[in-house]
């Protein structure tokens, strides 16, 4: 059974940092490429990062480029966002999903990032 | 910049009964669209990519049609785990295209 797990959430001060993880089993971790996408309930569903499958190549969206970095583990199976320069509208649950073919195969339950003073 | 519009924003369906779903794209998109369910405290699940092609292990009474920037997700005979939000997703445009605002099927 595919399963993503999500972890790292909490509440942050603006321009604080934080590292969400996300730990993947039940496939093949380095045949996937990986993404981060977040939620809002204002904004819906918005892509945030993806990671190739050997982590040669890395895409942002305009909102996190420059703050926000992915990375992976392969080793540990783990999916990575490091978040710097964090502002209050990045509060959003944020979830780790494996794509194949551009589609989003799996997703976790999500993380809730709280950035608030 | 490409724009998906679902509608209506809320569907209320009886138990049994069928609903439908539509999500409209500013540009054609072609066949590159899926749609995905969210449930309460979960992320999403994929449900139809390719515009109609179902994935592994979801029940036949969700189908998929359309092409272009007319889409329909057709839930045939709504059961109690079918009420959701639903979303549509092209990826026509990618990375990394772009989600739809989502329709919530609720109990009528």
């Known amino acids: 059974e595919v399963q993503l797990v999500e972890s790292g959430g909490v509440v942050v001060q603006p321009g604080g940092s934080l590292r969400l993880s996300c730990a993947a089993s039940?496939?093949?971790?380095?045949?996937?490429?990986m993404h981060w996408v977040r939620q809002t309930s204002g904004k819906g569903l918005e892509w945030v990062s993806l990671?190739?499958?050997?982590?040669?190549?890395?895409f942002y969206g305009d909102s996190v480029k420059g703050r926000f970095t992915i990375s992976r583990d392969t080793s540990r199976n783990t999916l990575f966002l490091q978040m710097d320069s964090l502002r209050t509208e990045d509060t959003a649950f944020y979830f780790c999903?494996?794509?194949?073919?551009?589609?989003?195969?799996?997703w976790g339950l999500g993380t809730l990032v709280t950035v608030s003073s | 910049e490409m724009v998906m519009t679902q509608s209506p924003a809320t569907l209320s369906v009886s138990p049994g009964a069928r609903a439908t779903l539509s999500c409209r794209a500013s540009?054609?998109?072609?066949?590159?669209l899926a749609w995905y369910q969210q449930k309460p405290g979960q992320g999403p699940r994929l449900l139809i990519y390719?515009?109609?092609t179902r994935a592994t292990g979801i029940p036949t009474r969700f189908s998929g049609s359309g092409s272009g920037t007319e889409f329909t997700l057709t839930i045939s005979s709504l059961q109690s785990e079918d009420f959701a939000v639903y979303y549509c997703?092209?990826?026509?445009?990618?990375?990394?295209?772009?989600f739809g605002q989502g329709t919530k099927v609720e109990i009528k």
């Open positions: 390719g515009a109609s």
């Open positions: 999903a494996n794509e194949r073919s551009k589609v989003f195969e799996n």
């Open positions: 039940g496939f093949s971790f380095d045949e996937y490429t």
């Open positions: 540009q054609s998109v072609s066949g590159n």
């Open positions: 997703h092209q990826y026509e445009t990618w990375p990394p295209g772009t």
């Open positions: 990671i190739t499958r050997d982590g040669g190549s890395t």
